[in-house]
């Protein structure tokens, strides 16, 4: 089998996505997914189901990953008329190599995070099936995936787009990646629509600290006792390990200002130099992003010149506290500055729409 040329009409390619999601089962169109996930059974899919916190877990990450395919339902670009989207799990994923297609239509399989591992020794194999059958693959890493994922080495020369963190690629992988190959150094976005949310012009000011169980660390309890004695009802710390996505919302208008952790917590040295998903969702929610800076800035210390973000230096109480205060005092005017930034340049759908386009 050989790969389809490109085509198009008039000035527009045809695109259809599958977003391979591990929470799915057979191919299927994100609106069917998405209308039986609130009701999906999780008890078959957890190596526990008799665990209650294990099972909260599950859901959380689960509709993280419903709120993905969401995002790739809603693709749009200038140049390209996206098809219906879909969604696969394992048990669908080579059904996107048969599945009839329509006139002129370019499909793409869109893969994220740590996922393929989940493909096991199969991955490679799986993914030269479907870039042989005439799709094209882009994998979203989000983080360190070329120096930490033991399958990126099979799938590195079947990838179309690879979407990694703001860090130097593994040697190693940059050889196994394709000629072809469109690689971007992006990192976390929000995955939300743009704009869902809408703006609050007033707020409650409040701030409150968007992390995890696995995140409260010394230094982080230090912060969070401080802020509580600094702030007093001024202040919430969530870290029980997730906001879902459904209660995010709310968040708009309960807090003006978010406090997310970075990396430093983790235990290998990307991850450490890195960032999570908070500040870009809490910038689309019309709140101001507090963030204690990274070891060596990046993307995050650019929001900040930027006014985006506010930044503090690490373990620095006082200028955590000076960062708060100037986050509680923002304007209106300079909430929706950070709202409109973020929701036009900080979603998922927009970073896939644009690399899906730059690749053709």
């Known amino acids: ?107 793409w399989l869109m893969v994220m995070a740590h996922q393929p591992q989940v493909l096991k020794g199969m991955a490679g194999k799986i993914f030269e099936f479907l870039r042989l059958s005439g799709v094209r693959i882009l994998f979203y890493a989000f983080d360190e995936a070329s120096r930490a994922m033991p399958c990126f080495p099979e799938i590195a020369p079947h990838l179309d787009v690879l979407i990694h963190d703001e860090f130097p690629l593994d040697p190693t992988a940059v050889a196994s990646l394709r000629p072809g190959c469109r690689p971007i150094h992006r990192s976390w976005v929000a995955n939300t629509l743009p704009w869902a949310t809408p703006f609050i012009e007033a707020p409650e000011e409040r701030i409150v600290f968007l992390g995890s169980a696995l995140g409260l660390t010394p230094h982080r309890q230090r912060q969070i006792d401080f802020l509580k004695k600094r702030f007093g009802y001024q202040f919430t710390a969530i870290h029980d390990h997730s906001v879902s996505v459904g209660d995010r919302p709310a968040l708009a208008r309960r807090f003006k200002v978010s406090l997310c952790p970075e990396g430093r917590k983790f235990a290998t040295l990307g991850m450490q130099l ?66 409109d930034y973020f929701n036009q340049h900080e979603t998922i759908g927009m970073v896939v729409a644009d690399a899906i386009a730059g690749a053709a």
């Open 274 to 339: 890195t960032h999570t998903d908070r500040p870009f969702w809490s910038g689309c929610l019309g709140m101001v992003p507090v963030a204690e800076d990274s070891r060596t800035g990046g993307r995050l210390e650019a929001l900040h010149r930027e006014s985006l973000i506010a930044r503090y230096s690490h373990g620095d109480l006082d200028a955590l506290t000076a960062a708060c205060v100037k986050a509680l005092a923002a304007s209106s005017a300079e909430r929706r500055r950070i709202y």
């Open 1 to 107: 089998m050989t790969k389809p040329s490109v085509h198009v009409r008039g000035n527009l390619r045809r695109v259809r996505v599958c977003y391979f999601n591990t929470w799915a089962q057979g191919i299927e169109l994100v609106s069917d997914y998405l209308a039986r996930l609130p009701s999906l059974d999780l008890k078959p899919l957890v190596s526990d189901p008799r665990d209650h916190a294990l099972l909260q877990k599950a859901r959380l990450d689960c509709d993280w990953y419903g709120e993905n395919a969401r995002a790739m339902a809603a693709l749009s670009h200038a140049e390209i008329e996206f098809l219906p989207t879909w969604v696969a799990g394992v048990a669908g994923v080579l059904e996107l190599a048969k599945a009839p297609r329509s006139a002129n239509e370019e499909r």
